[in-house]
């Protein structure tokens, strides 16, 4: 069901040259509908000339920044509206439902970059500032775009366009970038991934252990213990940073590596099941329908949208 609203646009930015520079940039790189990687690993380009219903997605920590059309996001409860002037941050891999507002006049055209964890760790390390309340933060956030963050991105995207300069620049612009990020007033969520000991760095690390076992035992007693909390505080900080339980977690993870792999090949629905963890089709089949509206036999005649 599409969850979209009439949101006026956003100006902030808008009117400054560097958006224009990036929209030229992504044009250059992508003048028709498509997602397309770059020389750089983590950024992607995207432009999308239809309406995309809002559809659920595990993204990896990065930025999202849309030049020309919008997305509508929500996480939980929580609804986000970005378009240009605005960022999407995003600083743990949580299931959020994105929805693309696009048109043959106006395509819905931006940008995606994935954040390196080991970039961030280490600019961490060189910034000054408190961390405090590092358990009480928005892991979504729409962010202003201001001048240097929208400069840092036009860098990347020159870099990600020439396999040559990538190779020589690449981690340097990506570091110029997440510089910018943290710097930025919601920066201090990004900041907490790298601060060992807090709540939130803790249940970060949950998730990426439950994203790389989908297929094993799950064990939440286990997590808890790795984290070093009780079941109970595990659970509760869980819910509270995630807006999800972690069996609704892993339930959801699981469902989208699924749809990832229907969309993309021929293999049967039983052998897919199975590569995620699943004991039972006929269960897997249920939460399939109740995710994504139709079976998981009819996925790859849908395929994932941009």
């Given at each position: 069901?599409s969850?979209?609203?009439?949101?006026?646009?956003?100006?902030?930015?808008?009117?400054?040259?560097?958006?224009?520079?990036?929209?030229?940039?992504?044009?250059?790189?992508?003048?028709?509908e498509?997602?397309?990687?770059?020389?750089?690993p983590?950024?992607?380009?995207?432009?999308?000339?239809?309406?995309?219903?809002?559809?659920?997605?595990?993204?990896?920590p990065?930025?999202?920044?849309?030049?020309?059309?919008?997305?509508?996001?929500?996480v939980?409860?929580?609804e986000?509206?970005?378009?240009?002037?605005?960022?999407?941050l995003?600083?743990?891999?949580?299931?959020?439902?994105?929805?693309?507002i696009?048109?043959?006049?106006?395509?819905?055209?931006?940008v995606?970059?994935d954040?390196?964890?080991?970039?961030?760790?280490?600019l961490?390390?060189?910034?000054?500032?408190?961390?405090?309340?590092?358990d009480?933060?928005?892991?979504?956030?729409?962010?202003p775009?201001?001048?240097?963050?929208?400069?840092?991105?036009?860098r990347?995207l020159e870099a990600?366009?020439?396999?040559?300069?990538?190779?020589?620049?690449?981690?340097?612009?990506l570091k110029?970038?997440?510089?910018?990020?943290?710097?930025g007033?919601?920066?201090?969520?990004?900041?907490?991934?790298?601060?060992?000991?807090?709540?939130?760095?803790?249940?970060?690390?949950?998730l990426?252990?439950?994203?790389?076992n989908l297929?094993?035992?799950?064990?939440?007693t286990?997590?808890?213990?790795?984290?070093?909390?009780?079941?109970?505080?595990?659970?509760?900080?869980?819910k509270q940073?995630?807006?999800?339980s972690?069996?609704?977690y892993?339930?959801?993870c699981?469902?989208?590596?699924?749809?990832a792999?229907?969309?993309r090949?021929?293999?049967?629905?039983s052998?897919?099941?199975s590569?995620?963890?699943?004991?039972?089709?006929?269960q897997?089949s249920?939460?399939?329908?109740?995710?994504?509206?139709?079976?998981?036999?009819?996925?790859?005649?849908i395929?994932?949208?941009?």
């Amino acid at each position: 069901m599409s969850i979209s609203k009439e949101i006026p646009l956003t100006t902030t930015g808008v009117s400054h040259p560097y958006h224009l520079a990036l929209l030229d940039k992504v044009n250059q790189l992508l003048p028709r509908e498509g997602v397309i990687t770059t020389a750089i690993p983590g950024l992607t380009v995207f432009h999308s000339c239809h309406h995309r219903p809002a559809r659920p997605f595990i993204y990896k920590p990065g930025i999202a920044v849309v030049l020309q059309g919008r997305k509508i996001g929500r996480v939980g409860s929580r609804e986000f509206y970005y378009g240009p002037g605005q960022y999407l941050l995003q600083t743990l891999p949580i299931p959020f439902y994105c929805e693309t507002i696009g048109s043959q006049e106006s395509p819905a055209i931006g940008v995606r970059i994935d954040f390196d964890s080991a970039i961030v760790a280490e600019l961490v390390q060189g910034l000054p500032g408190s961390y405090r309340d590092f358990d009480r933060l928005e892991p979504t956030v729409s962010v202003p775009m201001h001048s240097d963050m929208a400069y840092a991105v036009v860098r990347l995207l020159e870099a990600g366009a020439d396999p040559a300069i990538a190779a020589v620049l690449g981690q340097a612009r990506l570091k110029e970038l997440t510089y910018e990020a943290l710097k930025g007033p919601h920066g201090h969520a990004l900041r907490a991934l790298a601060v060992d000991g807090g709540h939130y760095a803790r249940i970060a690390r949950s998730l990426k252990q439950i994203s790389a076992n989908l297929d094993g035992e799950f064990n939440v007693t286990a997590l808890a213990r790795e984290a070093g909390m009780s079941v109970s505080g595990y659970h509760a900080s869980f819910k509270q940073i995630t807006q999800t339980s972690p069996i609704q977690y892993l339930k959801r993870c699981r469902l989208l590596k699924a749809q990832a792999i229907l969309s993309r090949n021929s293999c049967g629905v039983s052998q897919v099941a199975s590569e995620v963890g699943y004991t039972s089709i006929s269960q897997f089949s249920r939460d399939y329908k109740k995710a994504f509206g139709y079976s998981p036999t009819k996925e790859q005649g849908i395929g994932i949208p941009a």
